[in-house]
Protein backbone atom coordinates (compact mmCIF):
# COMPACT_ATOMS: atom_id res chain seq x y z
CA UNK A 1 0.00 0.00 0.00
CA UNK A 2 1.32 3.67 -0.83
CA UNK A 3 2.46 5.85 2.16
CA UNK A 4 3.69 9.23 2.77
CA UNK A 5 4.77 10.17 6.50
CA UNK A 6 5.32 13.22 7.22
CA UNK A 7 7.73 14.25 10.70
CA UNK A 8 7.05 16.18 12.88
CA UNK A 9 3.49 16.09 13.29
CA UNK A 10 3.46 19.68 14.91
CA UNK A 11 5.90 22.24 15.42
CA UNK A 12 6.32 25.34 17.43
CA UNK A 13 8.84 27.53 16.93
CA UNK A 14 10.34 30.98 17.83
CA UNK A 15 9.84 33.96 14.53
CA UNK A 16 13.50 33.92 13.15
CA UNK A 17 13.92 30.12 13.95
CA UNK A 18 15.05 27.53 11.35
CA UNK A 19 12.57 24.31 10.13
CA UNK A 20 13.46 21.99 8.73
CA UNK A 21 10.40 19.19 8.00
CA UNK A 22 10.67 16.08 6.67
CA UNK A 23 9.00 13.70 4.17
CA UNK A 24 9.47 10.10 3.59
CA UNK A 25 7.43 7.77 0.84
CA UNK A 26 6.79 4.06 -0.12
CA UNK A 27 5.16 4.80 -3.28
CA UNK A 28 4.78 2.64 -6.49
CA UNK A 29 5.13 4.20 -9.71
CA UNK A 30 6.98 7.59 -8.51
CA UNK A 31 7.00 10.65 -10.63
CA UNK A 32 7.48 13.68 -8.55
CA UNK A 33 6.68 14.75 -5.44
CA UNK A 34 4.79 18.49 -4.42
CA UNK A 35 4.91 20.49 -1.07
CA UNK A 36 1.64 22.43 -0.36
CA UNK A 37 1.16 24.97 2.33
CA UNK A 38 -2.60 24.86 4.00
CA UNK A 39 -3.58 28.01 5.70
CA UNK A 40 -7.53 28.24 6.65
CA UNK A 41 -8.82 27.23 2.93
CA UNK A 42 -7.19 25.43 -0.13
CA UNK A 43 -3.60 23.86 0.07
CA UNK A 44 -1.39 26.26 -2.15
CA UNK A 45 1.46 24.87 -4.62
CA UNK A 46 5.22 25.42 -3.29
CA UNK A 47 7.41 23.18 -5.09
CA UNK A 48 7.33 20.20 -7.35
CA UNK A 49 10.13 17.78 -7.28
CA UNK A 50 11.73 15.79 -9.90
CA UNK A 51 14.75 15.07 -9.83
CA UNK A 52 16.82 13.98 -7.16
CA UNK A 53 19.59 16.36 -5.38
CA UNK A 54 18.50 19.50 -6.86
CA UNK A 55 17.40 22.11 -4.73
CA UNK A 56 14.26 24.15 -5.25
CA UNK A 57 13.98 27.88 -3.46
CA UNK A 58 11.74 30.32 -3.53
CA UNK A 59 12.06 33.11 -0.70
CA UNK A 60 13.43 31.64 2.56
CA UNK A 61 11.77 28.12 1.61
CA UNK A 62 13.77 25.89 0.11
CA UNK A 63 13.72 21.97 -0.71
CA UNK A 64 15.45 18.93 -1.97
CA UNK A 65 14.14 15.33 -2.43
CA UNK A 66 16.55 12.07 -2.17
CA UNK A 67 15.33 9.62 -4.07
CA UNK A 68 17.64 6.81 -2.94
CA UNK A 69 16.63 7.41 0.87
CA UNK A 70 12.70 8.15 -0.72
CA UNK A 71 12.44 11.12 1.00
CA UNK A 72 12.35 15.02 1.02
CA UNK A 73 12.58 18.01 3.36
CA UNK A 74 11.48 21.23 3.47
CA UNK A 75 13.07 24.12 4.90
CA UNK A 76 12.15 27.30 6.38
CA UNK A 77 14.90 29.71 7.18
CA UNK A 78 14.02 32.88 9.31
CA UNK A 79 10.53 31.80 10.16
CA UNK A 80 7.15 34.66 10.11
CA UNK A 81 4.61 34.11 11.75
CA UNK A 82 2.86 33.90 8.79
CA UNK A 83 4.53 30.77 8.10
CA UNK A 84 2.22 29.21 9.99
CA UNK A 85 -0.14 26.61 8.46
CA UNK A 86 -0.37 22.90 7.91
CA UNK A 87 2.47 22.05 4.95
CA UNK A 88 1.70 19.05 3.02
CA UNK A 89 4.00 16.69 1.13
CA UNK A 90 2.21 14.48 -1.65
CA UNK A 91 3.64 11.89 -4.19
CA UNK A 92 2.37 12.06 -7.70
CA UNK A 93 2.32 8.64 -8.95
CA UNK A 94 0.99 7.20 -12.43
CA UNK A 95 1.19 6.82 -16.14
CA UNK A 96 1.56 9.99 -18.57
CA UNK A 97 -1.53 11.74 -17.78
CA UNK A 98 -3.28 11.25 -14.87
CA UNK A 99 -1.32 12.50 -11.63
CA UNK A 100 -3.05 10.53 -8.64
CA UNK A 101 -1.54 12.47 -5.51
CA UNK A 102 -0.81 10.73 -2.58
CA UNK A 103 -1.03 12.99 0.96
CA UNK A 104 0.97 12.45 3.99
CA UNK A 105 -0.93 13.53 6.96
CA UNK A 106 0.88 17.11 7.02
CA UNK A 107 2.90 19.02 9.52
CA UNK A 108 1.11 21.72 11.61
CA UNK A 109 3.90 24.73 11.56
CA UNK A 110 3.58 27.21 14.50
CA UNK A 111 5.70 30.37 14.59
CA UNK A 112 5.59 32.38 17.69
CA UNK A 113 6.07 36.28 17.78
CA UNK B 1 -9.29 33.98 -13.56
CA UNK B 2 -11.30 32.71 -10.69
CA UNK B 3 -9.65 29.50 -10.49
CA UNK B 4 -11.34 26.67 -9.13
CA UNK B 5 -14.50 27.69 -6.99
CA UNK B 6 -16.12 25.64 -4.49
CA UNK B 7 -20.33 26.05 -2.94
CA UNK B 8 -20.73 25.92 -0.43
CA UNK B 9 -18.70 26.69 1.81
CA UNK B 10 -20.42 24.99 4.80
CA UNK B 11 -23.26 22.60 4.82
CA UNK B 12 -24.83 20.75 8.13
CA UNK B 13 -27.09 17.84 6.62
CA UNK B 14 -29.06 15.38 8.98
CA UNK B 15 -28.47 11.76 8.42
CA UNK B 16 -29.93 10.11 4.83
CA UNK B 17 -30.02 13.42 3.33
CA UNK B 18 -28.62 13.82 -0.46
CA UNK B 19 -27.06 16.90 -1.33
CA UNK B 20 -24.85 18.26 -4.16
CA UNK B 21 -21.36 20.14 -4.05
CA UNK B 22 -20.41 22.48 -6.81
CA UNK B 23 -17.13 22.85 -8.31
CA UNK B 24 -16.43 25.00 -11.40
CA UNK B 25 -12.82 25.63 -12.85
CA UNK B 26 -12.00 28.24 -15.51
CA UNK B 27 -8.71 27.43 -16.28
CA UNK B 28 -9.79 25.41 -19.13
CA UNK B 29 -8.15 21.78 -16.93
CA UNK B 30 -8.91 18.39 -18.67
CA UNK B 31 -8.48 16.75 -15.13
CA UNK B 32 -10.49 17.83 -12.44
CA UNK B 33 -10.62 16.05 -8.72
CA UNK B 34 -12.46 15.37 -5.46
CA UNK B 35 -10.57 14.97 -2.35
CA UNK B 36 -11.91 14.51 1.49
CA UNK B 37 -9.63 15.88 4.30
CA UNK B 38 -10.63 14.49 7.54
CA UNK B 39 -9.47 16.05 10.81
CA UNK B 40 -5.42 15.49 11.23
CA UNK B 41 -5.28 13.65 8.18
CA UNK B 42 -3.78 13.97 4.69
CA UNK B 43 -6.55 14.32 1.43
CA UNK B 44 -7.72 11.15 -0.16
CA UNK B 45 -9.43 11.09 -3.71
CA UNK B 46 -12.69 10.09 -3.70
CA UNK B 47 -13.50 10.54 -7.85
CA UNK B 48 -11.55 11.84 -10.82
CA UNK B 49 -12.60 12.95 -14.40
CA UNK B 50 -10.06 13.17 -17.21
CA UNK B 51 -12.37 15.36 -19.65
CA UNK B 52 -15.99 15.79 -20.15
CA UNK B 53 -18.18 12.43 -20.30
CA UNK B 54 -15.17 10.48 -18.22
CA UNK B 55 -15.24 9.45 -14.71
CA UNK B 56 -13.22 6.88 -12.71
CA UNK B 57 -13.14 6.15 -8.72
CA UNK B 58 -10.13 7.15 -6.52
CA UNK B 59 -9.34 5.77 -2.90
CA UNK B 60 -12.57 6.42 -1.42
CA UNK B 61 -15.65 6.78 -3.80
CA UNK B 62 -18.31 4.85 -1.80
CA UNK B 63 -21.00 6.95 -0.81
CA UNK B 64 -20.28 9.54 -3.46
CA UNK B 65 -21.24 10.23 -7.26
CA UNK B 66 -19.63 12.39 -9.91
CA UNK B 67 -20.56 14.00 -13.61
CA UNK B 68 -18.82 15.18 -15.75
CA UNK B 69 -20.98 17.33 -18.23
CA UNK B 70 -18.80 19.75 -19.07
CA UNK B 71 -15.03 21.17 -19.20
CA UNK B 72 -15.74 23.27 -16.15
CA UNK B 73 -18.10 21.64 -13.81
CA UNK B 74 -17.81 18.53 -11.93
CA UNK B 75 -20.43 17.96 -9.16
CA UNK B 76 -20.07 15.69 -6.26
CA UNK B 77 -23.05 13.62 -5.45
CA UNK B 78 -23.45 12.57 -1.76
CA UNK B 79 -26.79 10.24 -1.38
CA UNK B 80 -28.12 9.04 1.84
CA UNK B 81 -25.25 11.02 3.81
CA UNK B 82 -23.97 9.32 6.35
CA UNK B 83 -21.48 10.34 9.77
CA UNK B 84 -18.94 9.23 8.01
CA UNK B 85 -19.13 11.58 5.56
CA UNK B 86 -18.52 14.73 7.95
CA UNK B 87 -15.37 16.47 6.43
CA UNK B 88 -13.87 18.86 3.67
CA UNK B 89 -14.21 18.34 0.84
CA UNK B 90 -11.56 19.71 -1.72
CA UNK B 91 -12.17 19.92 -5.41
CA UNK B 92 -8.77 20.26 -7.50
CA UNK B 93 -8.31 20.62 -11.15
CA UNK B 94 -4.87 20.44 -13.55
CA UNK B 95 -3.82 19.93 -17.07
CA UNK B 96 -2.30 16.25 -18.22
CA UNK B 97 1.44 15.76 -17.63
CA UNK B 98 2.58 14.85 -21.05
CA UNK B 99 5.19 12.95 -19.30
CA UNK B 100 9.02 12.83 -19.69
CA UNK B 101 9.69 14.32 -16.86
CA UNK B 102 6.91 17.29 -16.96
CA UNK B 103 4.46 17.10 -14.65
CA UNK B 104 1.68 19.76 -13.45
CA UNK B 105 0.53 20.33 -10.13
CA UNK B 106 -2.98 20.88 -8.93
CA UNK B 107 -4.89 23.99 -8.39
CA UNK B 108 -7.21 23.56 -5.57
CA UNK B 109 -10.72 25.02 -4.35
CA UNK B 110 -11.01 26.75 -1.53
CA UNK B 111 -13.25 23.54 0.18
CA UNK B 112 -16.86 22.98 1.41
CA UNK B 113 -16.64 21.61 5.50
CA UNK B 114 -19.60 19.00 5.73
CA UNK B 115 -20.95 18.15 8.87
CA UNK B 116 -23.40 15.19 9.09
CA UNK B 117 -25.23 14.43 12.31
Known amino acids: EDKVVQSPLSLVVHEGDTVTLNCSYEVTNFRSLLWYKQEKKAPTFLFMLTSSGIEKKSGRLSSILDKKELSSILNITATQTGDSAIYLCAVMKGNTGFQKLVFGTGTRLLVSP | NAGVTQTPKFRILKIGQSMTLQCTQDMNHNYMYWYRQDPGMGLKLIYY???????DKGEVPNGYNVSRSTTEDFPLRLELAAPSQTSVYFCASSYPSPGQGTFYEQYFGPGTRLTVT
Open chain 2, 49 to 55: SVGAGIT
